[in-house]
């Protein structure tokens, strides 16, 4: 079966250690089968557990799906602190290197984080986690680019406000096909550069 997870014999995971590879499984599941098929029963079937396994972990599809959408968000941001941690940069190395950490992390779900936004649409729950996790990323996002702009510290949040907005959206045109992920973060690059250095009215 696609998607099955055969767990070694006599290898007895701890709690965490299952956690981890159901939310694996889960995502496995959403990349080759779509966010439609993830399903508790379905997911505990694939990472070979019962149903109430997978149900304790997560009690309900939306606290799954939740937890997915902080787990690439997780992922996310340690690209972004990962291509960020040493040397000292041009603002214009730094807007590359920004663009590139944002835009790959889409290539590397292949789409997934737009799969479970999707399924999540309308949910009060993932609007309130979403409005975090974009908090968190503005606030990692303008203390970058702090060093290169004299904007106001609001100022900056709320641009950077946009540019996330921007990078998403040219993300979204890459997985879609429309541009390759090169095009993708080099456009997302000028616009940073463009956003900072742009005067406050």
């Given at each position: 079966m696609k998607g099955k997870a055969v767990e070694?014999?006599?290898?007895?995971?701890?709690?965490?250690?299952?956690?981890?590879?159901?939310?694996?499984t889960a995502l496995r599941i959403v990349r080759e089968q779509g966010a439609d098929r993830l399903t508790l029963g379905h997911l505990?079937?694939?990472?070979?557990?019962?149903?109430?396994?997978?149900?304790?972990?997560?009690?309900?599809?939306?606290t799954l799906l939740i937890e997915l959408y902080k787990l690439i968000d997780s992922q996310q941001s340690n690209a972004l602190r990962e291509a960020l941690t040493s040397g000292e940069r041009s603002l214009e190395e730094t807007a590359d290197m920004l663009a590139a950490a944002h835009v790959h992390c889409y290539a590397d779900t292949s789409g997934e984080w737009h799969a479970i936004g999707a399924a999540l649409a309308g949910s009060e729950e993932k609007e309130s986690v979403y409005q975090e996790l974009l908090d968190g990323y503005v606030q990692r996002f303008a203390a970058v680019l702090t060093p290169y702009c004299e904007l106001a510290d609001d100022e900056l949040e709320r641009r950077c406000v946009g540019l996330i907005g921007a990078g998403d959206a040219l993300s979204g045109a890459m997985v879609r096909g429309n541009c390759s992920e090169a095009e993708a973060a080099r456009a997302f690059a000028s616009l940073i550069h463009g956003g900072v250095q742009a005067h406050s009215r």
């Open positions: 070694p014999t006599g290898r007895r995971l701890s709690r965490e250690g299952r956690r981890r590879q159901l939310l694996d505990a079937a694939c990472a070979g557990v019962s149903k109430p396994v997978a149900y304790d972990h997560f009690g309900t599809r939306s």
